[in-house]
T-cell receptor, first 115, second 113 residues
Framework: GAVVSQHPSRVICKSGTSVKIECRSL??????MFWYRQFPKKSLMLMAT?????????EQGVEKDKFLINHASLTLSTLTVTSAHPEDSSFYIC???????????FGPGTRLTVT | DQQVKQNSPSLSVQEGRISILNCDYT??????FLWYKKYPAEGPTFLIS?????DKNEDGRFTVFLNKSAKHLSLHIVPSQPGDSAVYFC????????????FGQGTRLTINP
């Protein structure tokens, strides 16, 4: 149980375009989902916390207009990287949390490359 | 301000021996701690957790110890197996209803045959 999927697993886009990444909880309802970014050989950097039906809470230094997060249902959250630039190239990982409990269950990640 | 610290970026252990991964934290309000395992280009996998009201939790080959007075926790893996080679992250929950986790920098564990 507690399986989280992400799509796509890998995406290459041109500078200036927008990219959408989907995060789905497959076998449970996730009232809260999280979006992380991981730089090479670095820890997971929390970008934002997404609650179903409400606006996401962004961490300090994360541009909310650049990284649009939508959590429209209890099983789906999306991250849209708008007007992508090469410095946005990274590994993006989502996670989902059950209504009760501390554990977060992570998706497999999405490798974004902006050329 | 790094509230959760894993001071060893890497650790090498022989197969069959015990692996001990350490984690220190600074925030005494943390009330729940978790360990995750991560392979390259994959998302982290939850391993084991411990509440701040306990000092030990065991699950098969994995045991987590918590020393609240020292603000220190450790993950013991015994016996270590080649498949345990991965990056291990410790994480802490700030408590007080906060939903997010605070992660350490990770320790790369290599199990040598």
């Amino acid at each position: 149980g507690a399986v989280v999927s992400q799509h796509p697993s890998r995406v290459i886009c041109k500078s200036g375009t927008s990219v959408k990444i989907e995060c789905r909880s497959l076998d449970f309802q996730a009232t809260t989902m999280f979006w992380y970014r991981q730089f090479p050989k670095k820890s997971l950097m929390l970008m934002a916390t997404s609650n179903e039906g409400s606006k996401a809470t962004y961490e300090q230094g994360v541009e909310k207009d650049k990284f649009l997060i939508n959590h429209a249902s209890l099983t789906l959250s999306t991250l849209t990287v708008t007007s992508a630039h090469p410095e946005d190239s990274s590994f993006y990982i989502c996670s989902a949390r059950l209504r009760f409990g501390y554990e977060q269950y992570f998706g497999p990640g999405t490798r974004l490359t902006v050329t | 301000d790094q509230q959760v610290k894993q001071n060893s970026p890497s650790l090498s252990v022989q197969e069959g021996r015990i692996s001990i991964l350490n984690c220190d934290y600074t925030n005494s309000m943390f009330d729940y701690f978790l360990w995750y395992k991560k392979y390259p280009a994959e998302g982290p996998t939850f391993l084991i957790s411990i509440s701040s009201i306990k000092d030990k939790n065991e699950d098969g080959r994995f045991t987590v110890f918590l020393n609240k007075s020292a603000k220190h926790l450790s993950l013991h893996i015994v016996p270590s197996q080649p498949g345990d080679s991965a990056v291990y992250f410790c994480a802490a929950s700030p408590g007080g209803g906060a939903q997010k986790l605070v992660f350490g920098q990770g320790t790369r564990l290599t199990i040598n045959p």
